[in-house]
C-alpha cells in the first residue's frame, strides 16, 4: 500500500510540474502577445491623425516613405487588403492591428521585411483572384457605388494586373480609351477581364467564343484588336 501511495504521489507530483510549466508558458506567451499589440498600436498612433483616429491620406504618405516606397505601389493596395481595410486611403485602428500582427510587425523594420513576403502570399494564384476583387471594392469609395470610371480603371489595371499580363492590359487600356460606349466598369466586367487574360490565348484568341458567357465589353474589345490585326 506504501508503494501505491507512493507512485500515485510521484505522478500527482509530475502532473502538477507539467501543469506549472505550462502555466508559466501560457503566462509568457499571454505577456508577450501583449507586449506585441502595444508596440503595433504605438506605430499606429505615430501615423494616424489624432483628430479622426484613423490613418488618413497624409498618414498613408508618412508611412510611404518610411517604408520606403511609392503610395502608388502595389504592395500598399495588398496591405490594405491584409488588414481587410474598407475606405481607401485610411486605416482603422482595429484593421491596423489585424494586418500588423497576421505579418508578425510590430516595427517599422519588421513591415518592411514582411512586404516582399506579403506580395508572394497575394501573388498565389488562390489568393490573386480575391485580391484582385478586392482592389475593385476599395476603389468604391461612394455609398451604393458599383461602377468606377475608366480613368480610374486604367490605373488600376496597371497596377494589378501591368505585371503579369503587360500585352492584354496595355491593349486592353488603349481600347478603353479609344471607345466611345463605356463611361464605366462594373466589377463585372473588372473580373470578367481577369478571367479572360487567365484563360483566352493571346493575341490569337483561337479559344474565344463570344457564345459564351463573357461581358460584352469583351466581345467589343476582341473585335477591335482583330480589326487592328487585319
Known sequence: MRRGSSKKGSANSTTSTNSSAMDLFRSASGKAATKELERIDQLFCS???ESSGMIDPEGIE?????LEVEHT????LMLAWK??????????????RKGLKALHA????????ALPELENEVRRPSNYVEFYSYAFRYCLTEEKQKSIDLESICELLELVLGSQFPQ?????IQYLKTQ???????MDQWMGFYRFCNEISFPDFNNYDEELAWPLILDNFV???????S
Request: hydrophobic content about 35%; glycine content about 2%; some cysteine.
Open 106 to 113: 510590430d516595427t517599422i523594420v519588421k513591415l518592411k521585411k
Open 83 to 96: 488588414m481587410h481595410a474598407e475606405k481607401q486611403g485610411y486605416f482603422t485602428l482595429e484593421e491596423w
Open 47 to 49: 501615423y494616424s491623425n
Open 223 to 229: 473585335d477591335w484588336v482583330k480589326s487592328k490585326q
Open 62 to 66: 508618412h508611412l510611404c516613405s518610411d
Open 168 to 172: 492584354q492590359v496595355d491593349l486592353f
Open 73 to 76: 505601389d502595389v504592395r500598399i
Open 180 to 186: 466611345t460606349d463605356y463611361k464605366v466598369i462594373n
